[in-house]
Nanobody, 125 residues
């Protein structure tokens, strides 16, 4: 059974940066496409960014383009999300997810089979 564990969340001021990590166990990271999603209070879970199994394709939500960067290190079974120029509206619980997802379907939440428990990111002064 594939297990995902996020880390790196916290409180940051507007304009600051955070780096989230997602450690994968019980499976081989390079088998899966990986994504980051987020959910703010009272809102639906939304797509943030995703990367294909080999890193050859990436996709970003419009609200994070140019500020967030997804990357993966298959050798150590870890996914990353570098978040720069953070805004208060980025405040949410961030989840990593894994799935056998073709590149064309990277933003589609229903394509992901495995989910982490989430890590809270709060952007506030």
């Amino acid at each position: 059974q594939v297990q995902l564990v996020e880390s790196g969340g916290g409180l940051v001021q507007p304009g600051g940066s955070l780096r989230l990590s997602c450690a994968v166990s019980g499976g081989t990271l390079r088998t899966y496409a990986m994504g980051w999603f987020r959910q703010a209070p009272g809102k639906e879970r939304e797509f943030v960014t995703a990367i294909s199994w080999n890193g050859g394709s990436t996709s970003y939500g419009d609200s994070v383009k140019g500020r967030f960067t997804i990357s993966r290190d298959n050798a150590i079974n870890t996914l990353y999300l570098q978040m720069n120029s953070l805004k208060p509206e980025d405040t949410a619980v961030y989840y990593c997810a894994a799935g056998l997802t073709p590149p064309i379907y990277l933003p589609e939440i229903q394509r992901y089979n495995y989910w982490g428990q989430g890590t809270q990111v709060t952007v506030s002064s």
